[in-house]
């Protein structure tokens, strides 16, 4: 099972004001954002195509996103 693991995917959708959106993995799975992808997240916004990694758990029978954290170049 891929519970707990770490991936980066790529912001498909984001709705601010709902704190919820889609994001899609490195091979097209998508994996839904909701307000607690963004606890303890210093993230206002999201933007379409940023990188971000996160870790994913089974919600209700669908991958939702953990500890999203934005992708940064050193």
Do not use: C, M, N, Y
């Amino acid at each position: 099972e891929r519970e707990g693991t770490v991936d980066q995917g790529t912001i498909k959708d984001f709705h601010e004001s709902e704190r919820t959106g889609t994001l899609l993995t490195d091979d097209r799975t998508e994996v839904a954002i909701d307000e607690r992808s963004l606890e303890g997240a210093q993230i206002r916004t999201l933007r379409i195509g940023q990188r971000v990694r996160f870790d994913t758990e089974e919600h209700e029978g669908r991958r939702v996103a953990r500890s999203l954290r934005l992708v940064t170049v050193d």
